[in-house]
């Protein structure tokens, strides 16, 4: 009996013994099977990335639409929607300012005036201006109350002399950028507007870009007085690197508080030799000093 406890225990444990062996070969298998979800893994992940960049391309092309212009939205703005363009002017005074006709057009709904260049004048320093008359379209009365005027700018070309990155000549404006200024109250001198700038590179037509002339100085007295009956300012484009138009749309003139002013747009009958001056003179005044 003793013999035959000894002999079933032996075989016991001989099997528990196998059976753990078989576990343990089991337990060193697993780590195998990793790589090889790895590697099927890896074209899954290159698929990916070109799904990422594809999609990319997809944004990039759709960003690339032509710009539409832009309505304003305050009821004091001057939109020429109503074809009266009387109180603007083309200033045409010197070899490098440009010559052209002044219009209202139509463009993807929205009119706006339109300063058609007959490019007469070479491009290198060539400037396009134009005087607008603020006292017709504020009033005497609100021409001191002015210290902000607004406006957007757009330009639109008419060749394909612009080069761009690539050296590729392209149907566009390029680079939109100039200034502006006025005579003001104090001593009859010139002050200069900031700068504005934009740009469009791909095609014709570019969007707004948006002008803010302010006056600084009003404090001083460098600002319109009630009595200044030819007073106006002008908008120049200058820097162009290809043949275009000009377009002029949203004018808004704000008071020291940000509201909008009233348009009038009532022509003021201007003194004999009180006609404001049409070009910058000598002395300046500017917003830095």
Known sequence: MKYRNILAGAMAFALAAAAA?????????????????TAATEPETTTAVETTEAATEEVTEEERTQ?????????????????????????????????????VEEV?????????????????????????????????ENLPKVRKIEFDLYAEATADNF???????????????GGGGTVTSRDEKWYDFDEFS?????????????GEFKFLLADSGVCWSEDMTAANFLIMRWGLSNEADLYLDNIIFYDEDGNSIP????????????????????EETSAEQ
């Open 21 to 37: 062996g078989c576990s343990n070969n089991n337990d060193t298998s697993e780590p195998s099977s990793v790589p090889e979800t």
């Open 67 to 103: 710009p539409e212009p832009v309505e304003a939205s305050d009821p004091n703005a001057v939109t020429f929607d109503d074809g009266d363009f009387s109180f603007v002017t083309v200033i045409s005074d010197d070899e490098q300012a440009a010559v052209g006709e002044l219009s």
């Open 108 to 140: 993807m709904g929205n009119k706006m005036l339109k300063f058609t260049d007959d490019n007469s004048v070479p491009l290198e320093g060539k400037v396009q201006k134009l005087s607008i008359n603020a006292a017709q379209l504020v009033g005497l």
């Open 163 to 177: 080069v761009n990155e690539d050296g590729e000549n392209v149907n566009a404006p390029g680079w939109i950028g």
């Open 198 to 210: 934009g740009g469009e590179y791909d095609f014709p037509l570019s969007g707004a870009v948006h």
């Open 263 to 282: 348009i009038v747009n009532e022509p003021i009958e201007v003194p004999e030799g009180e006609e404001a001056p049409e070009e910058a003179p000598v």
